[in-house]
């Protein structure tokens, strides 16, 4: 599976944008997503998180009530839209697969190490 991220770029504080994630191949439908962050500097950090089938949904506790994570399976994309962003949103946002299930544990779903599939990032700067 390979996954292609995109929709980065430049935004005001409080401006909003949606990041793309499309994948290859059959199996994208099978795959948990997620979306990871990582601001120079820093550790990669979990965003958010679906199953498969979309039902189950996970955020970071910084990003609930703003970010909102959900899959086209048809069109074997994952989206991430952010609104109301900040100047600590600034990072790189990396989309990523795993034929694991995420509702396993809070430790598994939200660890870099969990996903196998990963695509190239894709830069987000807040600024005024």
């Known amino acids: 599976v390979q996954l292609q991220a995109s929709g980065g770029g430049l935004v005001q504080p409080g401006g909003s944008l949606r990041l793309s994630c499309v994948g290859s191949?059959?199996?994208?439908?099978?795959?948990?997503m997620g979306w990871f962050r990582q601001a120079r500097g820093s550790e990669r950090e979990f965003v958010a998180a679906?199953?498969?089938?979309?039902?189950?949904?996970y955020y970071t506790n910084s990003v609930k009530g703003r970010f909102t994570i959900s899959r086209d399976n048809a069109k074997n994309t994952v989206y991430l839209q952010m609104n109301s962003l900040k100047a600590e949103d600034t990072a790189v946002y990396y989309c990523?697969?795993?034929?694991?299930?995420?509702?396993?544990?809070?430790?598994?779903?939200?660890?870099?190490?969990?996903?196998?599939?990963w695509g190239q990032g894709t830069l987000v700067t807040v600024s005024s």
């Open positions: 191949g059959r199996t994208f439908g099978g795959l948990s």
């Open positions: 990523a697969g795993t034929k694991s299930q995420i509702t396993l544990s809070l430790r598994h779903r939200t660890s870099p190490s969990s996903y196998e599939y």
């Open positions: 679906l199953s498969g089938s979309g039902n189950s949904i």
